[in-house]
């Protein structure tokens, strides 16, 4: 699968790939990251990306013609195969991304993502755009980290990318896990008593005991608790 980024920072793209499990996909030639410098675009010698917005007001707004040449450029470039693609543009006012838009956004071949700085876009770029998505309801400096979080989830859909080690089966939010719909279960290693200061941490008694059955009620129990004190909402979720 293939994912490019068209951004004014696009070192901040290029730094992700070389991190373990993805730098590893990209050399097994399971995932692409690209990105693609918007200033390159641009139609002046100071490379302007952004203009102040028609009527007035705070913040500058970024140019949908320097855009339009960006997305056609990156576009352009596409392999001989027909590639299933999708040009995405984030910002706060997008739709909001979730583990279930992850699997279906899997489906394309070619994901393009368009990161913008500033106040925002000027509105006539989303005749461009297949889809505006947002990472959640808070704002970012920027479209960049919100990029690379939606590459990462997509990502881990793509066969191979996660190895048995990291499976994504039971997972919190993966709708045919054991848990589904609910928080994963609290998990511990060695030691099996833990000392921090004054007080003595032990693994539950009951992962110990060997007994499948009673662990595996005792985890759907916990998962339960935990979501119902932390996440009360994903109880009656539909996804
Ligand atoms: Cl996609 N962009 C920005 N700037 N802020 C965000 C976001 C995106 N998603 C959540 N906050």
Do not use: C
């Not at 373990?20 to 996909?25: E, G, Q, W, Y």
């Not at 979080?149 to 993966?174: C, L, P, Y």
């Amino acid at each position: 699968m293939k994912f490019e980024v068209i951004t004014i920072f696009p070192e901040l793209i290029d730094d992700y790939k070389k991190i373990s499990i993805v730098a590893r996909a990209i050399k097994k030639r399971l995932l692409q990251i690209k990105a693609f410098n918007l200033r390159d675009y641009t139609f002046d010698a100071h490379k302007t990306v952004d203009g102040r917005p028609y009527g007035g007001g705070a913040g500058m707004v970024l140019k949908a013609d320097v855009l339009t040449r960006a997305i056609q450029g990156v576009l352009k470039k596409t392999t001989k195969k027909k590639e299933k693609t999708k040009v995405i543009l984030l910002t706060p006012a997008g739709k909001v991304f979730s583990q279930t838009e992850a699997k279906k956004l899997a489906k394309n071949d070619r994901l393009i993502f368009i990161s913008g700085r500033y106040e925002g876009f000027d509105e006539r770029v989303s005749s461009l755009v297949d889809a505006e998505y947002s990472i959640g309801d808070y704002v970012l400096m920027g479209g960049e980290l919100a990029a690379l979080v939606m590459i990462e989830t997509i990502a881990r859909f793509v066969s191979g990318v996660v190895g048995k080690e990291e499976s994504i089966q039971g997972e919190s939010f993966s709708k045919d896990g054991k848990t589904s719909n609910l928080l994963e279960y609290p998990q511990y290693t060695r030691p099996e008593v833990l000392k921090i200061g004054k007080k003595t941490l032990r693994v539950p008694k009951v992962l110990l005991s060997g007994d499948h059955q009673k662990i595996k009620i005792w985890r759907a129990d916990q998962a339960l608790k935990k979501t119902k004190k932390v996440r009360p909402d994903l109880i009656n979720k539909q996804w």
